[in-house]
């Protein structure tokens, strides 16, 4: 009978159990986050530029002057509330009004604004004053055009007078010759002394 030793030899080593090695996880897909630029007027006031920005559609970051000159003279916070007290389809031109006013009292601290309209008058009196003077000389030139036209129809008529009386001494019967005759004699001094032989 062979040992239990020899036995317990001879049978075959368990297996080693594979380690658990853990499984891939998906990669996920790369989240792209764009970071828009800040308007003019927040860059210019470091601050955060957020979706809500009131500023931001009428000052944006490629043209950061505009901001500079309205914020210079105004100044942000009353930028602010006056955009907030007009309707959307009116802020864009109230924008373009603080600008401009601004631009001219920096360019004019006393009179600004008002300087300027004043000069814009001044020269819409002055053009209107050359508009009613060339208008002027133009009716003058207009009424001697009718006096030349109507000194050179009545001269024609005059010079064509003669021919029209001999045409009618052509075109009559022979005992109107006379009357016609005397008549022409009238008209043509010379021509009395021609036929005054014929008649007498």
């Not at 049978?11 to 800040?38: E, R």
Request: net charge negative; charged share 15%.
């Amino acid at each position: 009978m062979e040992p239990s030793g020899a036995g317990a030899s001879s049978a075959s080593p368990p297996s080693p159990i594979p380690p658990a090695w853990p499984c891939p996880t998906p990669a996920l897909p790369l989240q792209v986050v764009v970071v828009a630029s800040p308007c003019a007027a927040c860059k210019a006031l470091r601050r955060r530029c957020s979706e809500s920005c009131v500023l931001a559609p009428y000052f944006p970051p490629s043209d950061p002057a505009k901001f500079a000159i309205a914020h210079r003279v105004f100044g942000a916070s009353n930028i602010v509330k006056s955009l907030l007290a007009l309707p959307e389809s009116r802020r864009g031109d109230a924008v373009s009004s603080m600008i401009y006013e601004a631009s001219t009292r920096i360019r004019d601290p006393v009179y600004g604004c008002a300087g300027a309209i004043s000069q814009l008058q001044t020269q819409i009196s002055q053009l209107q004053a050359q508009l009613a003077k060339s208008e002027a000389e133009l009716m003058s030139m207009q009424i001697q055009l009718a006096s030349l036209v109507e000194q050179l129809q009545l001269t024609k008529s005059q010079d064509s007078s003669p021919h029209q009386s001999l045409e009618i001494l052509l075109n009559s019967p022979f005992d109107d010759y006379q009357i016609q005759i005397d008549s022409c004699l009238d008209e043509y001094s010379g021509f009395g002394s021609f036929c005054e032989p014929l008649w007498t």
